[in-house]
């Protein structure tokens, strides 16, 4: 053989290769290629959605937790006021129903007092009956003399 035939049929033979590779492998393979580049391209452009998505959720949620610090703080705040108002009511009810308490043992004392009077009153009216009677040794009739004790009795 020739070597000049052997360089044209492996030249033959290489270009038949290079159009069955570029006919039949080629189209397939460059498709397989950018199917996989398309697909990672979405990969990465999902991943980049999900991580704004994840900062805007982050975000959001820092959000809600100022919100619910600052509405617990306000919700504190007026419980303290309440619980306050509530003491100072109490207080105050307190300080009321102690007043009556004492109005009420004054008013006691003052009655007790007047009764007291009018007893010790009558207790001298009639000492005073006794004295006389035994001062003048004879009997006084209290019939006749009622009007001069209950003069004596308003006088004392």
């Known amino acids: 053989m020739n070597i000049n035939a052997t360089l044209f049929l492996q030249a033959i033979v290489f270009a038949i290769l290079v159009w069955f590779t570029m006919r039949f492998i080629w189209p397939p393979l460059t498709a397989a290629l950018d199917e996989r ?38 919700l504190r705040a007026d419980a303290e006021r309440r619980v306050q108002a509530m003491i100072e009511e109490a207080k105050v009810r307190a300080a009321d129903e102690g007043n009556k308490v004492i109005a009420a043992a004054r008013a006691e004392a003052e009655q007790q007092s007047i009764r007291a009077r009018d007893a010790l009153r009558e207790e001298v009216a009639a000492l005073a009956v006794k004295g006389a009677e035994q001062i003048l040794r004879r009997e006084v009739n209290a019939s006749v003399h009622a009007e001069l004790l209950n003069r004596l009795k308003t006088e004392l």
């Open 37 to 74: 580049a398309r697909r990672i391209a979405e990969g990465l452009a999902a991943a980049e959605k999900a991580k704004a998505d994840l900062a805007a959720a982050d975000k959001r949620v820092e959000q809600e937790l100022v919100r619910s610090r600052t509405e617990a703080a306000t």
